[in-house]
T-cell receptor
Framework: QKEVEQNSGPLSVPEGAIASLNCTYSDRGSQSFFWYRQYSGKSPELIMSIYSNGDKEDGRFTAQLNKASQYVSLLIRDSQPSDSATYLCAVIRGSQGNLIFGKGTKLSVKP | NAGVTQTPKFRILKIGQSMTLQCTQDMNHNYMYWYRQDPGMGLKLIYY???????DKGEVPNGYNVSRSTTEDFPLRLELAAPSQTSVYFC??????????????FGNGTRLTVT
């Protein structure tokens, strides 16, 4: 079982819709969870972080964490074409501080 | 602040050649990292450093070496380039160990092709 799993997509949504990106992780001791956005040919940039169960909202972005199910998701409301990118889920394992990345989900928002 | 600066941006190597990927940061971060990203894949940690003079292996260290003589610089050395090392390399830094309050800052990447 991979440590951090994401559906590679592509996920295509129309402009204005809600995009839902999902991620599961294998280490129950994982403490912190991150979503990075990566535009094609660019470096990853942090858009959300979460460490407690529940929802965390920041503008159009909402991160959701369920540690019992080992599941973290990212919702993007009112999706815009500028949101088209690959979204990387990253997890810090409980035993050490290095980030483990998933393969990423490619999101395409159609005008 | 320039943040994390990587050079070169692009490089083509022949099999067996060697090169050094440069990385420098001006944020006085203690922690620095080297990742590689293959097409359609996530980032894999090659090496990391928790401070000057201290380095440690990540998930995929074979074929690479690093040094950390100063807080600012963290070069990555490829001694005998192989086609399997064709990838995009990202350097990153953080003030403390990766945590909720200490996110990674990435450089712009080096695209390396080995033929």
């Amino acid at each position: 079982q991979k440590e951090v799993e994401q559906n590679s997509g592509p996920l295509s949504v129309p402009e204005g819709a809600i995009a839902s990106l999902n991620c599961t992780y294998s280490d129950r001791g994982s403490q912190s969870f991150f979503w990075y956005r990566q535009y094609s040919g660019k470096s990853p940039e942090l858009i959300m972080s979460i460490y407690s169960n529940g929802d965390k909202e920041d503008g159009r972005f909402t991160a959701q964490l369920n540690k019992a199910s080992q599941y973290v998701s990212l919702l993007i409301r009112d999706s815009q074409p500028s949101d088209s990118a690959t979204y990387l889920c990253a997890v810090i394992r409980g035993s050490q501080g290095n980030l483990i990345f998933g393969k990423g989900t490619k999101l395409s928002v159609k005008p | 602040n320039a943040g994390v600066t990587q050079t070169p941006k692009f490089r083509i190597l022949k099999i067996g050649q060697s090169m050094t990927l440069q990385c420098t940061q001006d944020m006085n971060h203690n922690y620095m990292y080297w990742y590689r990203q293959d097409p359609g894949m996530g980032l894999k940690l090659i090496y990391y450093s928790v401070g000057a003079g201290i380095t440690d292996k990540g998930e995929v260290p074979n074929g690479y070496n690093v040094s950390r003589s100063t807080t600012e610089d963290f070069p990555l050395r490829l001694e005998l380039a192989a086609p399997s090392q064709t990838s995009v390399y990202f350097c990153a830094s953080s003030l403390q160990e990766s945590s909720y309050n200490s996110p990674l800052h990435f450089g712009n990447g080096t695209r390396l092709t080995v033929t």
